[in-house]
Protein backbone atom coordinates (compact mmCIF):
# COMPACT_ATOMS: atom_id res chain seq x y z
CA UNK A 1 0.00 0.00 0.00
CA UNK A 2 1.21 3.40 -0.78
CA UNK A 3 0.95 6.21 1.12
CA UNK A 4 1.34 9.26 -0.12
CA UNK A 5 0.01 11.48 2.42
CA UNK A 6 2.96 15.01 2.97
CA UNK A 7 5.13 13.67 5.97
CA UNK A 8 4.85 15.97 8.70
CA UNK A 9 7.93 15.84 10.81
CA UNK A 10 6.39 17.68 13.67
CA UNK A 11 3.72 14.87 14.81
CA UNK A 12 5.03 11.71 15.45
CA UNK A 13 2.85 8.25 13.95
CA UNK A 14 0.52 6.05 15.78
CA UNK A 15 3.08 3.56 15.62
CA UNK A 16 5.44 5.80 17.90
CA UNK A 17 2.62 7.09 20.22
CA UNK A 18 1.79 3.32 20.77
CA UNK A 19 5.80 2.87 21.59
CA UNK A 20 5.65 5.65 24.30
CA UNK A 21 2.31 4.36 26.01
CA UNK A 22 4.06 0.69 26.06
CA UNK A 23 7.02 2.16 27.35
CA UNK A 24 5.34 4.37 29.79
CA UNK A 25 3.39 1.48 31.54
CA UNK A 26 5.96 -0.99 31.83
CA UNK A 27 7.40 1.81 34.04
CA UNK A 28 10.47 2.83 31.70
CA UNK A 29 10.44 6.07 31.48
CA UNK A 30 10.00 6.93 35.44
CA UNK A 31 12.88 8.74 37.07
CA UNK A 32 13.96 10.26 33.71
CA UNK A 33 15.47 13.72 33.92
CA UNK A 34 12.60 16.59 33.62
CA UNK A 35 9.70 13.65 33.71
CA UNK A 36 6.60 15.71 34.86
CA UNK A 37 7.51 18.83 33.03
CA UNK A 38 6.36 20.14 29.74
CA UNK A 39 8.91 20.09 26.77
CA UNK A 40 10.42 23.44 25.94
CA UNK A 41 9.16 25.52 23.58
CA UNK A 42 9.94 24.91 20.01
CA UNK A 43 11.88 28.17 18.79
CA UNK A 44 10.81 27.10 15.12
CA UNK A 45 7.11 26.53 15.97
CA UNK A 46 5.93 29.58 14.08
CA UNK A 47 7.88 28.44 10.38
CA UNK A 48 4.87 26.87 9.23
CA UNK A 49 6.00 24.83 6.20
CA UNK A 50 9.52 26.11 6.36
CA UNK A 51 10.00 24.28 9.66
CA UNK A 52 12.28 21.35 8.94
CA UNK A 53 14.74 23.83 6.86
CA UNK A 54 14.77 26.17 9.84
CA UNK A 55 14.99 23.88 12.43
CA UNK A 56 18.02 22.33 10.22
CA UNK A 57 19.93 25.54 9.63
CA UNK A 58 19.49 26.56 13.64
CA UNK A 59 20.61 23.29 14.70
CA UNK A 60 23.77 22.90 12.67
CA UNK A 61 24.70 26.76 13.60
CA UNK A 62 24.77 27.34 9.83
CA UNK A 63 24.76 31.18 8.72
CA UNK A 64 23.98 32.86 5.45
CA UNK A 65 26.74 33.64 2.75
CA UNK A 66 26.21 37.11 3.87
CA UNK A 67 27.16 37.01 7.50
CA UNK A 68 30.16 34.39 6.86
CA UNK A 69 30.91 37.49 4.35
CA UNK A 70 30.82 39.90 7.08
CA UNK A 71 32.36 38.13 9.53
CA UNK A 72 35.61 37.85 7.32
CA UNK A 73 35.45 41.75 6.53
CA UNK A 74 34.84 42.84 10.22
CA UNK A 75 37.95 40.30 11.24
CA UNK A 76 40.39 40.85 8.44
CA UNK A 77 39.52 44.84 9.07
CA UNK A 78 41.00 44.38 12.72
CA UNK A 79 43.75 42.50 11.80
CA UNK A 80 45.14 45.32 9.37
CA UNK A 81 44.29 47.98 12.18
CA UNK A 82 46.08 46.22 14.23
CA UNK A 83 49.04 45.67 12.02
CA UNK A 84 48.98 49.44 10.99
CA UNK A 85 48.95 50.25 14.88
CA UNK A 86 52.36 48.44 15.17
CA UNK A 87 53.81 49.53 12.30
CA UNK A 88 52.93 52.53 13.56
CA UNK A 89 54.48 52.56 16.67
CA UNK A 90 57.32 50.91 15.05
CA UNK A 91 57.62 54.21 12.85
CA UNK A 92 57.68 56.11 15.97
CA UNK A 93 60.58 54.34 18.20
CA UNK A 94 62.63 55.05 14.71
CA UNK A 95 62.46 58.19 14.24
CA UNK A 96 62.64 58.83 18.03
CA UNK A 97 66.03 56.70 17.52
CA UNK A 98 66.99 59.08 14.09
CA UNK A 99 67.44 61.92 16.82
CA UNK A 100 69.99 60.42 19.02
CA UNK A 101 71.61 59.15 15.88
CA UNK A 102 75.22 61.02 14.78
CA UNK A 103 75.12 62.95 11.83
CA UNK A 104 76.74 60.72 9.63
CA UNK A 105 74.22 58.23 10.08
CA UNK A 106 71.09 60.03 9.95
CA UNK A 107 70.67 60.35 6.21
CA UNK A 108 71.25 56.35 5.81
CA UNK A 109 68.67 55.47 8.46
CA UNK A 110 65.77 58.05 7.29
CA UNK A 111 66.06 56.05 3.98
CA UNK A 112 66.20 52.59 5.37
CA UNK A 113 63.02 54.19 7.66
CA UNK A 114 61.27 55.09 4.25
CA UNK A 115 61.77 52.17 2.04
CA UNK A 116 60.54 49.71 5.42
CA UNK A 117 57.47 52.21 5.68
CA UNK A 118 56.78 52.31 2.21
CA UNK A 119 56.68 48.76 1.31
CA UNK A 120 54.60 47.78 4.91
CA UNK A 121 52.01 50.66 3.46
CA UNK A 122 52.21 48.70 0.10
CA UNK A 123 51.44 45.39 1.85
CA UNK A 124 49.08 46.73 3.63
CA UNK A 125 47.62 48.68 0.58
CA UNK A 126 46.93 45.19 -1.24
CA UNK A 127 45.03 43.50 2.12
CA UNK A 128 42.62 46.35 1.88
CA UNK A 129 42.08 46.23 -1.65
CA UNK A 130 41.29 41.84 -0.95
CA UNK A 131 39.18 42.85 2.29
CA UNK A 132 37.05 45.61 0.00
CA UNK A 133 36.88 42.61 -2.68
CA UNK A 134 35.30 40.77 0.33
CA UNK A 135 32.86 43.58 1.15
CA UNK A 136 31.61 44.06 -2.17
CA UNK A 137 30.86 40.37 -2.46
CA UNK A 138 28.82 40.85 0.16
CA UNK A 139 27.33 44.06 -0.45
CA UNK A 140 25.91 42.44 -4.05
CA UNK A 141 24.26 39.54 -1.98
CA UNK A 142 22.54 41.56 0.89
CA UNK A 143 19.77 43.77 -1.17
CA UNK A 144 19.43 45.71 2.25
CA UNK A 145 21.48 48.99 1.45
CA UNK A 146 21.34 49.59 5.36
CA UNK A 147 23.30 46.26 5.84
CA UNK A 148 25.94 47.19 3.55
CA UNK A 149 29.57 46.75 4.40
CA UNK A 150 31.49 50.51 3.59
CA UNK A 151 34.68 50.29 1.40
CA UNK A 152 38.02 51.10 3.73
CA UNK A 153 40.94 53.09 2.61
CA UNK A 154 43.82 52.69 4.06
CA UNK A 155 44.26 56.18 4.87
CA UNK A 156 40.60 55.56 6.91
CA UNK A 157 41.95 52.95 8.41
CA UNK A 158 45.96 55.12 9.53
CA UNK A 159 43.53 57.40 11.05
CA UNK A 160 41.82 54.74 12.90
CA UNK A 161 44.85 53.07 14.36
CA UNK A 162 46.20 56.57 15.12
CA UNK A 163 43.48 57.41 17.24
CA UNK A 164 42.97 54.48 19.03
CA UNK A 165 46.32 54.14 19.79
CA UNK A 166 47.31 57.17 21.88
Known sequence: MDDRRPLDT???????????????????????????RPFAPDPDAD????????HLVRTARARPAW???????????????????AHLAWVDRRQAMLRSLPAER???EVQVTREAD???????????????????????????????LPIAT???????AGTHRR
Open 10 to 36: RRPDGRVEREIRELERAGELRGLPGEG
Open 106 to 108: IVT
Open 118 to 148: ARVRRELAGAVEQTNALARDHNLIVSAAALH
Open 67 to 85: AELRREVTEQRARIVQRLR
Open 154 to 160: LDGLIEI
Open 47 to 54: AGDAWAAR
